[in-house]
């Protein structure tokens, strides 16, 4: 390095006079240029005597004058780096009828800050709702605290990445139903641009036993609304009142098939392949949401409904739990028809948001 150069050993520089020092440094600046500029930068840096030191900033001053100057210093980075928001911690609740769950999603960015994105999604539509901001530790813990004591459905925190993946997921059903998500969600979509929907749960081959017993999973205060669409099946809830108030005389038993016939007609018609397969998805998701609210009994039910529906050689209209919801959407459209209902608070097809219905009128 200087030492390298003739006449620029820094020991040596040190002991000429001011003059013989000018002259010097001076001669080896004409002589090599901008070559010069690495030594020349590194006495006036790191020089232990000053006179070199300011000898050579004169000598670099010089060569600056005449167009020969090192290329300007990277700027200094800052102490604390500004960083891409990241995911750090999320939540999901159950699966409502509809096939819709709330999420929350917690990222960090620069210098530690901290926003929570809550969302609606639904398996059919895409992101419903859209809301968020900047939030603290305490007033996250106060909301989760509320949350979990007014909410219905379960509410467990989950990876952030496949909370993430859950939302890439519902963008994509909007890509391919040529919808948009509501004009609330614009200011959270660039975070999830590079990820990928989440792998699907993985199933088992199913279990005869716990498939026989999938219908006790209705039983549950958090199931109590899934059913199929009883707008769906008014027709049928009428042919079945009226066979049960026919004045015929006929046996117990054909009233038992006939009741048993028109069943097995509304599962094959609402639960065709694409239908069953979201239902085998909201199955096994909220199997992974049983497991994460410790409770093993009703995620391996739920395991089990979901591998016995999506078996290849599944038979809905023997399904238990597809049964189930079957029979409940019958008696719910039977309630309408009588007018004890208001069809309103039954309907199981999610509302679009008010960006998506304006797109599609």
Known sequence: MTDAEPGLDASRLATLSADALDDVLRAFADAHGAAALPALGELAADADVRSVRRGAKRALYRLAQRGVAAPPAPPARPIVERRAERAVRAWVSGIDGSGSRAAWILFEGAYGTTTLCSLILNDTVGVLDAAGGRITKKRLDAELAALRASQKLPWVEIEPARAVGLVVEALGLHRARGTAPPEAFARWEPLFAAAAPPPAPVLAAPEPALVERAAELLELP????????????????????????????????????????????????????????????????????????????????????????????????????????????????????????????????????????????
Do not use: N
């Open 222 to 361: 958090e199931l109590a609304g899934w059913f199929l669409d009883p707008e769906s099946v008014q027709g049928d809830a009428v042919e079945r009142e009226a066979a049960r108030q026919s004045r015929l005389v006929v046996s117990d038993q054909i009233k038992t098939e006939r009741e048993e016939a028109i069943l097995a007609h509304v599962v094959e018609r609402e639960l065709g392949p694409d239908a069953r397969a979201r239902w085998v998805r909201r199955l096994a998701e909220m199997a992974l949401v049983f497991d994460a609210a410790g409770r093993p009994e009703s995620a391996a039910l739920a395991r089990a409904a979901a591998a016995g529906l999506a078996a290849p050689d599944a038979a809905p209209a023997r399904h238990p739990l597809a049964r189930g919801l079957a029979r409940r959407a019958l008696d719910l459209a039977t309630e309408v028809a009588a007018g004890r209902i208001p069809a309103a608070d039954v309907r199981r097809t999610p509302t679009p948001s008010r960006d998506e219905r304006s797109q599609s009128e």
